[in-house]
């Protein structure tokens, strides 16, 4: 386990190396809000480097959010959960419509966070407008680590492009 010293570290030299070899000035993140009061960890790294931070999303209404995501025809399958809020079924579920529904009575009842912004789950982009080819998961297995599970992806396919 890093320290966050070495994280903090880590970061920012990535962050630097890509701002002075590669030019970039700019990072976009769909981060909509603070974890647990904490300031924006890709905004202080960032600052530190020079490097400006574009949160487009940010305070905007999360289930305004989520269903524009589905209305707009993007997929994408719950890839990691924090087991103290959601348990490991959730591995490989597409955030679609009845999840959503889920994810609001959760959030209702628990506090639950519906776009996972204190850490409840994280999700992997498959499909969508800006895709090329979409990603077809063939298999995968869940593991766990502490307290997170996640998804092992051990096959995936890049589907054929619409003709």
Not at 143 to 154: D, F, K, N, T, V
């Amino acid at each position: 386990m890093q320290s966050a010293a070495a994280l903090w570290t880590g970061g920012k030299d990535s962050l630097m190396a890509l701002h002075e070899d590669m030019g970039i000035d700019c990072v976009v993140t769909g981060d909509i809000a603070e974890v647990d009061g904490y300031p924006n960890w890709i905004r202080e790294r960032c600052r530190c480097v020079g490097v400006g931070v574009h949160t487009r999303l940010w305070g905007r209404d999360r289930y305004a959010l989520l269903r524009q995501l589905a209305d707009r025809g993007y997929k994408a399958l719950i890839s990691c959960v924090d087991t103290h809020r959601l348990d490991a079924t959730w591995i490989g579920r597409e955030l679609n419509e009845l999840t959503i529904a889920e994810l609001r009575v959760m959030g209702e009842l628990t506090g639950l966070d519906p776009c996972g912004e204190q850490g409840e789950y994280h999700t992997l982009g498959v499909d969508g407008p800006a895709f090329v080819r979409p990603i077809d998961i063939r298999s995968y297995t869940r593991r766990s680590a502490g307290p997170l599970a996640y998804m092992a992806i051990e096959s995936f396919e890049l589907e054929s492009p619409c003709a």
